[in-house]
Structures are given as structure tokens and as C-alpha cells.
């Protein structure tokens, strides 16, 4: 007993350093091998890993940087009503309070609002569009048609319409196909009037406009814009978040102090639209010609906060 005590308690030889443990027998050549083998798949995995790991940290990286930067928001003020109703303080005070509250603002003239502009108004991506233009509500009095079936075609078609007018000499001879769909319609400024412009209807903005409003509040400035559903409603399916405007008719002079009012609430002071419809409509009143009042479409955008 005490010999083996002795023999395994005896120090190390001389230059062979700490003595190894060992397993059990013959495991020792297999534990290296499994070790070696497992050093070699180690080396790819750490390998593949790597670049993984980089990327991982560059799309972190990349989406930090994205959230924190802010979102460009684009208005556009077009003014189609400034060929017969000019107001350029309006247009300097929205666009300064627009600007004010970091928007890129941009203007539209009254000549270039075309069948086209309005065509292609969706593709231009504006958070915030003040559509400064005619509006009207379709009239059976001004027909000229002769043909009964036509005539009621027509009834039958814009009973409920409100067109937006365009800068656009009505012609007999262009867009055709549009007008026999009662997407563009001729319009005039005053009952009588010998001139006749391009209206677009609300299937217009249905079936001819391009690409989509991807959210955009729109304040319709003009007489009607929300006295029936048709052209809100189309505005909205065209992707447009909420419609502002008037239950009625209005003069220029009342919806241009009104929206002024509104812009500043809206964007200046952040209120939500139906309070800041509210707020505006209690500062300006009912429009004392025709006592009608600015409405939010769809009622439930009122809670919307548009920035």
C-alpha cells in the first residue's frame, strides 16, 4: 500500500512540465482526432461567420441612420383660380406658412392647370395639395344636348359630380375617349358665359389619373367640394388620406382668408383636422354670401394629424 502511495505521489520528471490526465483507456487517440476534426469545422463556420456578422452590423447601422433621418414633406399650391380670381398674397402667406413648418413648396399657375397636370397630379407624391381652383356641381340647365337619350345619359352620369375646372379651352376634337366615358366634361365660369373649359369629373380622378395620392391630405378650396360624396369619395379611392372643403358655395375672398387659417393650425400648430376645421370655421365664421362651412371627408379623418 504505502509503495503505490509513493509511486503516485512522486513528483513529475525533470523537463516534462505538468503532468497530463488522461481518460480512460483508448480514449485518448479518438478525443484527439474528435478534437482535431472539430478545430478544422470550427475554421469555415468562424469563416462564413464573419462577413454575416458584418453585414448584420452594417443593416443595423443603415437602419439607425434611416429613422433618424426626417421625411421630406412636399406641398403644392395649385392655383387655377388665379386666371379670374388673383390673390398672390395668398399664395406668399400659404407658402410661408408651409415653409415655415418644413415644407418644399411648390406652385402651380393658374395656365398650367391641364387636363394633363390633373392627369398626372398623383405621380408628383405631395404630402399636402391646396387646390386653389373652380369647382362646380353639374347643372341640368346647361345641356345643349338635343338628343334625349344623350341628355339623360348625361343626367344620369353627373347627377352628384363636382368638376374641377382646367385652364383648358374645351375642343371637340381632343380626348375623345375621356369624354364619352363622362370623365372630362365641358364647364363654364357663369351661367351664359360664352367660354368653355376641360372639367374634371370624379371619373376622371377614378379611371384617367396616374399612379396613386399615397396618403395626401387635399384641401379643395373651390364652391361644393364636399356638398355630395362622388369627387371626395374618388379622391380617397385614389389613395388620398382625407379631403377638406366646403359644404356650399363660397366667394374667393372667404376661402382664401379660411384656408389660410387652416394651414396654420394644421401644420403650424399641429392640431388634428377636425379640430382644426372646427378652430378655423369658429375664427372666420360661415361665409357670409352663402353660409356654408368647411367639412372633413371621411368623418373618421377628422382625428387624423396630417405631420
Known sequence: ?????????????????RPQKRGPRG???????????????AVPLVIMAFPLAIAAAFVAMSLVGHSSEPKELRAAI??????????????????????????????????QVTVDFYRDLPTLKYDLLVMRAHTARFEEESLTLDDPVRRQQVLDAFGQDVFFFTSELYDKTKYAEERDAFRLFAVRYRQGGDERYFGVT???????????????????????????????????????KAVVGWDGLVTSAHTDEATERLLQHLVVEGLPLGEAVQKTMAEVGADSS??????????????????
Open 202 to 240: 370624379p371619373h376622371f380622378i377614378e379611371s384617367s389619373m396616374r399612379g396613386s395620392f399615397d396618403g395626401a391630405t387635399i384641401i379643395i378650396m373651390g364652391c361644393d367640394g364636399l356638398l355630395f360624396e362622388n369627387t371626395p369619395q374618388a379622391l380617397v379611392d385614389k389613395g388620398a
Open 1 to 17: 500500500m504505502s509503495e503505490r502511495k509513493s509511486k503516485r505521489s512522486a513528483p513529475p520528471r525533470a523537463g516534462k512540465g
Open 290 to 307: 352663402y353660409g356654408n362651412s368647411l367639412q372633413v371627408y371621411p368623418r373618421e379623418a377628422a382625428s387624423l394629424v396630417i405631420r
Open 27 to 41: 480514449s485518448g487517440r479518438r478525443s484527439g482526432i474528435v478534437s482535431t476534426v472539430l478545430r478544422i469545422l
Open 78 to 111: 395649385v392655383d387655377q383660380l388665379a386666371l379670374t380670381e388673383p390673390n398672390p398674397s395668398f399664395a406668399e402667406e400659404a407658402t410661408r406658412t408651409l415653409q415655415g413648418a418644413g415644407y418644399t413648396v411648390d406652385y402651380y399657375p393658374g395656365e
